[in-house]
Structure formats: structure tokens, C-alpha cells
């Protein structure tokens, strides 16, 4: 009856730890150099099959696709992942209950699993908090974002401009998830991370879940793993915060007997708190390059004169309305509201930028824009077989409301409109 009594008591955590060390795996292997090409890869490709086999024989959906990092972790598979890795869990958990007995070892697996989810949070939320100071993740609007209206706007598109706009309240952001996570990297902090942590993650799970944004789950994910992380300190919470009585946190210690020991926790402590945080920020710093593209010609091109050499009555969808150059990008937009987008390949001097529709494209088009006495532009390219006349006014991000109405700490009247 008391083996009944503790494997009943040992099977919730037991079934935790599990779950966390199979969600969390193959980190941090995946933020080491080369550790995604050699081995994370493979890891992430075997729990997809795990996956793609639980939602075809189990659930009965046929077929099932993986797509590597398209940007979405709410896809079918990530949900059917929930079903896949908790009953993997319950095996494994089976599997220790009937091979291990020991006492010992089985008290210890559930604060091991604590352990790894606190690096796995902790680096991650450095990690997301370096990108917001940086162009990456809340990028200030676009010109395209600002000829975008409320209306066309998707909710994860508002709410990324409802952050890009600011840069104190990324910075705000930023600084949160940096302090959470390095906090949570140090055992003498891990409470004090652990709470933060709970308020930064309940605050994006919120907002993925408001303005459906797909990464749900997973900050769902880094929220339940911070509960789990601050639970044992339950009681200490209640005795100082309700009952206001004496209270102390146990810290948690690792004995280390031998030199090995020591090599290794310390070897294992540098990479998790020093080299993988200073190696994410540097690759965020590096990608700036790709991210950053100085462009003088930036402007929203208001059209006001265009022509096709050799056709008239054009059609809507012929008729260019706006034509956007932005870094990289150049966008146009015609009556029908159709939008192409062009990559730009060089920008040379006297207005002269090479463009092409695809990366197939061997031969660029050339546009050349030019600024006209009376403050108009004149835009002309060929495209094909058609010859393109434009003349256009240029509206820049200052020239937009939302980017020069600034900040005022006195205003005699709300600016809401």
C-alpha cells in the first residue's frame, strides 16, 4: 500500500521531468557551434516523425507536413507534439518506476529537469531581450506599415507596430527579459528570476494569445515552466507575502567531491551562462548587416503622372498608384491595389538602383529616380518589354503623423485621433 501511496505521489513530477527534458532537448546542443548541423537537426527531424506518427496513426490525420522554422510554433504538428511528448513521458516514467527503485535517484530527476528549464528560460528570454534593442524582432514601422491601414492591418501586424513604434517601451521590454533570464542562470537568484519571469511571460502569452500571434504555445510553454521553477518556494512565499512571518530561502547546492566534478560543473556553467548568451547576442549584433540597408531614395512615391511607352487605357491593374523603395524592397502598388515586390540588388550613384523580381534573375532592371526642381520625382525603368514614366511626390517617415508627433510631458488636451 505505501509503494501504491508513493508512486502515486512520484508520478506527477516524474511525469514533468520528463516532459520538460523532452520539450526542452536537443538545447542547449542547438546554441553550441555546429551543434544544429551536427546533431540538433537530426534531433528536431526525429521528434517531427515522433509527431507526423502520433498525428497519422493515433489522431487520423493524413497527410501531415513539416516545415523547418516557418515562422509559426501553433502549426497542427506543434499541438499534436503535446500529445506525442506527453505520452512518451508516461512510457519513460513507466520504464524508471519498474527498472529504477531507488529512492534516491528518483527524488532527484524532478530538480534536475528544474534546472534545465531554468537555463532553457533564462537563455532564452537574454535572448529575446537583446533582439529588442536591436532591428529585429518590433522593427520601427515601415513606410510600408504607415500605407498600411487599420483596416488590411493583420492583429500580429498592429501589434508589431503597436511596439515598433516605441523604442522605451522595447527598451522597457528588453531590459525585463534580460534581468529575468540572467537571474534565473544563478542559483542564489533562481526565486527572484523565477517571479519575474512569471510576469514577463504572462505578459507575451497574453499578448499572443490577444493578437494571435503564433508562438502560443510556446510562450505558454516558458510561463508553465516558470511556475514549475518558483513552486517549491510556495510556502516561503505565503509565510513572508500573507502571513508575514520569518521566512528563508533555501539555495540550492551542488556538492562536489572530486576535481571532475568541479571541471565539469564549472566547464557546463561557463557555456550555459557566459559563451551561449555572448555568442546569441553577437550573431543578433552580426545580422544586423542583413537586416539594415541604407537607402537614400526611402519614400512612398505618390504618383501623379504615369505612362507606359506605347499604350494607353490602361487597365487598373497596369496603372501604377505608389511606388515604395525601403532598404531592400521596392513595392508597387497599382489602382487595383495589387502589390509586386521587387528585391534591390545595388544602389549607384545619380539615382541609378538595379532591382530584380526574383533571385532567379540573372540580368537586373535598372530604375533611375530623380529629384526635379519643383521638389517632384521622375522615376523611369523598363520591365520587361514596357517602358515606365513616372512622376511622383515623396512622402518620407517624417512626413507621416504617427513618426513627428513625438513625446510631450505637457499636453492642455488628449491627442487621440
Same mark, same amino acid.
Given at each position: 500500500?505505501?509503494?501504491?501511496?508513493?508512486?502515486?505521489?512520484?508520478?506527477?513530477?516524474?511525469?514533468?521531468?520528463?516532459y520538460?527534458?523532452?520539450?526542452?532537448?536537443?538545447?542547449?546542443i542547438?546554441?553550441?557551434?555546429?551543434?544544429y548541423?551536427?546533431?540538433?537537426?537530426?534531433?528536431?527531424? #526525429?521528434?517531427?516523425?515522433?509527431? =507526423?506518427?502520433?498525428?497519422?496513426?493515433?489522431?487520423?490525420?493524413?497527410?501531415?507536413?513539416? +516545415?523547418?522554422?516557418?515562422? &509559426?510554433?501553433?502549426?497542427?504538428?506543434?499541438? /499534436?507534439?503535446?500529445?506525442?511528448?506527453?505520452? $512518451?513521458?508516461? =512510457?519513460?516514467?513507466? /520504464?524508471?518506476?519498474? $527498472?529504477?527503485?531507488?529512492?534516491?535517484?528518483?527524488?532527484?530527476?524532478?530538480?534536475?529537469?528544474l534546472?534545465?528549464?531554468?537555463?532553457?528560460?533564462?537563455?532564452?528570454? @537574454?535572448?529575446?531581450? /537583446?533582439?529588442?534593442?536591436?532591428? *529585429?524582432?518590433?522593427?520601427?514601422?515601415?513606410?510600408?506599415?504607415?500605407?498600411?491601414?487599420?483596416?488590411?492591418?493583420?492583429?500580429?501586424?498592429?501589434?508589431?507596430?503597436? #511596439?515598433?513604434? &516605441?523604442?522605451?517601451?522595447?527598451?522597457f521590454?528588453?531590459?525585463?527579459?534580460?534581468?529575468?533570464?540572467? %537571474?534565473?542562470?544563478?542559483?542564489?537568484?533562481?526565486?527572484?528570476?523565477?517571479?519575474?519571469?512569471?510576469?514577463?511571460?504572462?505578459?507575451?502569452?497574453?499578448?499572443?494569445?490577444?493578437?494571435?500571434?503564433?508562438?502560443?504555445?510556446?510562450?505558454?510553454?516558458?510561463?508553465?515552466?516558470?511556475?514549475?521553477?518558483?513552486? !517549491?518556494?510556495?510556502?516561503?512565499?505565503?509565510?513572508f507575502?500573507?502571513?508575514? +512571518?520569518?521566512? +528563508?530561502?533555501?539555495?540550492?547546492s551542488?556538492?562536489l567531491?572530486?576535481?571532475?566534478?568541479?571541471?565539469?560543473?564549472?566547464?557546463?556553467?561557463? =557555456? %550555459?551562462?557566459?559563451?551561449?548568451? %555572448?555568442?546569441?547576442?553577437? *550573431?543578433?549584433?552580426? &545580422?544586423?548587416?542583413?537586416?539594415?540597408?541604407?537607402?537614400?531614395?526611402?519614400? @512612398?512615391?505618390?504618383?501623379?503622372?504615369?505612362?507606359?511607352?506605347?499604350?494607353?487605357?490602361?487597365?487598373a491593374?497596369?496603372?501604377?498608384?505608389?511606388? =515604395?523603395?525601403?532598404?531592400?524592397?521596392?513595392?508597387?502598388?497599382?489602382?487595383?491595389?495589387?502589390?509586386?515586390?521587387?528585391?534591390?540588388? +545595388?544602389?549607384?550613384?545619380?539615382?541609378?538602383?538595379?532591382?530584380?523580381?526574383?533571385?532567379?534573375?540573372?540580368?537586373?532592371?535598372?530604375?533611375? @529616380?530623380?529629384?526635379?526642381?519643383?521638389?517632384?520625382?521622375?522615376?523611369?525603368?523598363?520591365?520587361?518589354?514596357?517602358?515606365?514614366?513616372?512622376?511622383?511626390?515623396?512622402?518620407?517617415?517624417?512626413?507621416?503623423?504617427?513618426?513627428?508627433?513625438?513625446?510631450?510631458?505637457?499636453?492642455?488636451? !488628449?491627442?487621440?485621433?
Open positions: 500500500m505505501n509503494r501504491i501511496l508513493y508512486n502515486f505521489k512520484t508520478f506527477p513530477k516524474l511525469f514533468l521531468a520528463m520538460i527534458f523532452i520539450y526542452c532537448f536537443p538545447f542547449p542547438n546554441y553550441m557551434p555546429y551543434g548541423q551536427l546533431l540538433g537537426k537530426q534531433i528536431n527531424n #526525429f521528434k517531427a516523425k515522433l509527431n =507526423i506518427w502520433t498525428a497519422e496513426y493515433l489522431l487520423g490525420y493524413k497527410p501531415v507536413s513539416y +516545415q523547418e522554422m516557418n515562422g &509559426s510554433g501553433d502549426t497542427t504538428l506543434d499541438y /499534436v507534439a503535446l500529445l506525442s511528448y506527453s505520452l $512518451v513521458a508516461v =512510457i519513460i516514467v513507466l /520504464v524508471i518506476r519498474l $527498472v529504477f527503485r531507488k529512492y534516491d535517484f528518483i527524488h532527484k530527476v524532478y530538480p534536475a529537469a534546472v534545465y528549464a531554468r537555463y532553457f528560460i533564462g537563455i532564452t528570454l @537574454v535572448s529575446y531581450g /537583446v533582439i529588442k534593442f536591436l532591428h *529585429g524582432q518590433f522593427p520601427s514601422p515601415s513606410l510600408m506599415a504607415l500605407e498600411t491601414t487599420y483596416g488590411e492591418s493583420s492583429p500580429m501586424g498592429l501589434a508589431w507596430r503597436f #511596439f515598433g513604434y &516605441s523604442s522605451l517601451y522595447k527598451g521590454m528588453g531590459v525585463s527579459e534580460i534581468l529575468a533570464g540572467m %537571474l534565473l542562470l544563478f542559483r542564489r537568484t533562481v526565486l527572484l528570476g523565477a517571479l519575474l519571469s512569471i510576469a514577463v511571460c504572462t505578459n507575451i502569452f497574453i499578448v499572443n494569445l490577444s493578437f494571435d500571434v503564433p508562438v502560443k504555445l510556446f510562450s505558454g510553454h516558458l510561463l508553465m515552466f516558470s511556475i514549475l521553477i518558483a513552486l !517549491p518556494y510556495f510556502k516561503s512565499l505565503i509565510s507575502f500573507i502571513l508575514h +512571518q520569518p521566512t +528563508q530561502i533555501r539555495s540550492i551542488y556538492p567531491v572530486s576535481k571532475w566534478d568541479k571541471i565539469a560543473y564549472y566547464g557546463a556553467k561557463t =557555456i %550555459l551562462v557566459a559563451l551561449i548568451p %555572448l555568442s546569441l547576442a553577437y *550573431g543578433h549584433v552580426a &545580422s544586423q548587416s542583413f537586416r539594415t540597408y541604407l537607402n537614400e531614395w526611402e519614400g @512612398v512615391y505618390e504618383v501623379t503622372h504615369f505612362e507606359i511607352e506605347g499604350k494607353e487605357n490602361l487597365s491593374t497596369a496603372h501604377w498608384e505608389k511606388v =515604395i523603395i525601403q532598404g531592400q524592397t521596392i513595392m508597387t502598388i497599382n489602382r487595383a491595389k495589387t502589390k509586386n515586390y521587387y528585391t534591390i540588388e +545595388q544602389i549607384w550613384n545619380e539615382g541609378e538602383i538595379n532591382f530584380v523580381s526574383s533571385s532567379e534573375q540573372e540580368d537586373p532592371y535598372q530604375l533611375f @529616380v530623380t529629384e526635379l526642381e519643383d521638389g517632384t520625382y521622375s522615376l523611369t525603368t523598363t520591365i520587361g518589354n514596357n517602358q515606365y514614366q513616372v512622376s511622383a511626390k515623396r512622402k518620407i517617415k517624417a512626413d507621416y503623423l504617427l513618426m513627428n508627433r513625438g513625446f510631450r510631458f505637457v499636453n492642455e488636451l !488628449p491627442f487621440n485621433r
